[in-house]
């Protein structure tokens, strides 16, 4: 009697990338699974695709939200998707909206926003525009590899710190050393603040969970070169996912030595498509522990995937809630961590001296602008 094959297994994990598979988005009207038909599979790992730049041409650049359990109620994103490929990252389903995969796509196929400078310069010369501090990179990484070539949040930057408006960054790139010539000066006069997510200390881990993200002793270094620099820097060790970081206390203690001041922390949060591809990656790299890590994020969430309601979609509740919030409070206070920067200052907002028109017109920028469709390794 012919023995079947033994079933087929996780998709190959994927050299460099967080998700492994182009899972359908909620709203496609196909989806396609892995089918084993008995032939065996191919000893040869699947090439990794390259990361593919495509232009978009944005009406606005600020986006507002009336959100009770977020610290602002504007921010700003340069790119749509994000290179670094976490496997956790909970803007993963926002490529949805684009027709696109939460899983490959999300990371290989980054959203470009061209001319988004002048589109922000325009809205800020907006009669009676209020100033009040923007997040940059809310869904995005302000600082993923792209950066370095396009210098988007560079241009940014540059308007905000022309009008002297505040600002707050939250980055896992060390490419935001590369801007501060304009980060410092604006520290100085209390317009901006940075915090660097640190999620781990294990570099092994770091680099399956966060697998184009600078090194955890990079980011710390950042640290250091920030804190040096004059500017506010914070650590945000999140998220916290059970069974897997479980080095918060030496996070916050290597992150302050280097010259934090602030701290924050979130707990694993799966909406949407990303539970299923957390779960893969799960399965992927820790299978020993893919069933207990679910089954505790669950109990953080009142027996659910996610509980979406604001207050506790970030902290979870229950015991464990419970216990993450006591090591998190009780490792700040010896070590001096603040949960927040002070206040960051408005009062020196000058609005742009002429608008400029919010929806640009293509125009070349050598040093900015790649051909349409430059592919980046």
């Known amino acids: 009697m012919v023995e079947p094959p033994s079933p087929m297994p996780w998709p190959t994990p994927l050299r460099g990338r967080g998700s492994s598979t182009r899972m359908a988005h909620r709203y496609a009207s196909e989806a396609r699974e892995p089918f084993d038909d008995g032939w065996p599979r191919e000893a040869d790992a699947p090439t990794p695709p390259r990361t593919e730049v495509r232009w978009e041409r944005p009406r606005s650049a600020l986006t507002f939200n009336d959100s009770p359990d ?13 290179e670094h490929g976490c ?38 010369a907006r009669p009676g525009y209020t ?15 792209i950066e370095r070539e396009l210098r988007l949040t560079r241009a940014v930057l540059q308007v905000l710190h022309d009008t002297r408006h505040p600002w ?23 317009l901006c603040a940075v915090y660097v997510t640190l ?12 697998p184009r993200a600078a090194a955890p002793w ?32 030496r996070v916050l203690a290597a992150a302050a030595e280097a010259g934090a001041s602030a701290a924050f922390y979130t707990v694993l949060r799966l909406p949407n498509e990303v539970r299923p591809l957390f779960a893969e990656w799960l399965r992927q790299h820790v299978p020993e522990r893919a069933a207990r890590v679910l089954a505790r994020v669950r109990d953080l969430h009142g027996g659910r995937d996610y509980d979406a309601r604001f207050g506790t979609r970030m902290s979870g509740r229950g015991v464990w809630a419970e216990l993450w919030r006591q090591r998190f409070s009780q490792a700040c206070r010896r070590l001096g961590l603040q949960p927040s920067h002070p206040p960051l200052r408005t009062d020196g907002f000058r609005p742009p001296l002429a608008a400029i028109n919010p929806r640009p017109t293509r125009t070349a920028r050598p040093s900015q602008e790649p051909r349409q469709g430059t592919l980046f390794d």
Do not use: W
């Open 131 to 145: 100033p009040a501090p923007v997040a940059i990179g809310s869904v995005t990484d302000a600082y993923q590899p």
């Open 218 to 249: 990079r980011r710390l270094r950042t640290i250091e070169v920030l804190a040096r620099a004059g500017v506010p820097v914070g650590v945000s060790v999140a998220p916290q996912i059970p069974f897997l970081t479980d080095d918060m206390e």
């Open 199 to 210: 999620t781990t200390l294990d570099a092994a881990l770091a680099r399956r969970l966060e």
């Open 70 to 82: 977020i610290g602002f109620d504007r921010s700003l994103n340069p790119y749509r998707g994000c």
């Open 168 to 190: 707050v960054l939250v980055t896992k790139g060390s490419g935001v050393e590369r801007d501060l010539d304009l980060i410092a000066p604006m520290a100085q006069d209390g």
């Open 87 to 124: 496997a956790y990252c909970y803007a993963r389903p926002t490529h949805a909206y684009l027709d696109l995969s939460p899983g490959l796509d999300f990371e290989t196929i980054i959203i470009a926003r061209q001319g988004l400078d002048e589109v922000l310069r325009a809205e800020l």
